[in-house]
């Protein structure tokens, strides 16, 4: 059978695919790698030899202990340390945008904090902690006290995490996410004094034994399925989105200066829909109301056309 002289060799096939990708500009492979987590990017060494130690000079760390999966635990949790702690070793670059830590195990606390202290160090852009911990955890100071800090998540498994910072200077603090954190008038108040710039919070199955939540700067502020041990005062003049789901059927919630709102999603567990909460919301545009049935006491009250109330119960 005659050779087709339009077909190319495999080799050279391979050749071409392989060119391709090691002449892939840098931002292109930093893009790529911004998708991957850091045990994935890791394994891109094997590309090309351009490929070799890309990851090391990526200043993105993103470790999941849930990679790691095994039948036994044990060499599970020795294998997640043991790359970690290579992964700090082996990295290239000094600088560091983004940190992002997925584990479980209070056993791992101390290595954790341990990790924690190299990332504080680095001035990161963003943090994003995903933690199956004991009910206190004992974070670096550094990591409330960051010039560079824009976004912090912090999202533990036990039901009112405390943590105690002895103060929070975080001046470009855009965005900060709570998940299962006891947080107290204390806290509070050092948050929202450390934090001037903050824009944007979330509050989510959160212990809340705080009794303000007051700031001239927030513009959306999402409390979801908290518990709330006392009347809780909401003062927030610039807020743009209001979405609150409370569990507690003793929920008391006071809003005011609410001249910015535009959207409110609000679900209350057996309470009251009292004329003051809803003339807080007469200046937004978009309004949900819902709660159980015999708590939807509107009377009084004129509907502007513009909102929607429901029964969730």
Not at 34 to 53: E, G, M, P, Y
Not at 246 to 274: C, F, G, R
């Amino acid at each position: 059978m005659a050779k087709d002289e339009g077909t190319k060799p495999c080799n050279d096939l391979t050749n071409i695919g392989t060119n391709r990708i090691s002449s892939l500009p840098d931002d292109i492979k930093a893009h790529i790698l911004s998708f991957l987590s850091t045990k994935k990017a890791v394994q891109t060494c094997i590309l090309s030899k351009r490929w070799h130690d890309a990851w090391a000079y990526f200043p993105v760390l993103k470790v999941s202990q849930y990679e790691f999966r095994d039948e036994d635990q044990t060499q599970c949790r020795d294998k997640f340390i043991r790359f970690v702690n290579g992964a700090w070793k082996n990295r290239m670059t000094s600088r560091l945008d983004i940190f992002e830590c997925y584990c479980s195990g209070a056993d791992r606390i101390g290595h954790f904090v341990e990790w924690l202290g190299h990332v504080a160090a680095l001035m990161p852009r963003v943090i994003v902690l995903d933690v199956n911990i004991t009910k206190y955890l004992d974070l670096s100071q550094s990591v409330f006290s960051s010039a560079y800090l824009e976004n912090l998540k912090l999202r533990f498994n036990a039901l009112g995490t405390i943590i105690k910072p002895e103060s929070i200077n975080l001046p470009s603090l855009k965005i900060l996410e709570l998940v299962y954190v006891d947080l107290n008038d204390d806290l509070a108040q050092k948050l929202f004094q450390g934090c001037p710039a903050l824009e944007s919070l979330v509050l989510r199955w959160c212990d809340l034994r705080m009794s303000d939540i007051t700031s001239d700067v927030l513009k959306t502020l999402n409390i979801d399925h908290c518990w709330l041990t006392r009347k809780l005062h909401i003062s927030c003049p610039r807020l743009v989105s209001l979405s609150i789901r409370t569990v507690d059927i003793n929920t008391d919630i006071s809003l005011k200066n609410m001249t910015s709102l535009v959207n409110a999603d609000i679900m209350l567990h057996n309470y009251y829909y009292d004329r003051s909460i809803l003339r807080s919301l007469s200046n937004a545009t978009s309004v949900k109301l819902r709660g159980c049935r015999h708590s939807m006491n509107l009377q009084q009250f004129e509907d502007p056309g513009n909102w929607k109330m429901g029964y969730d119960w």
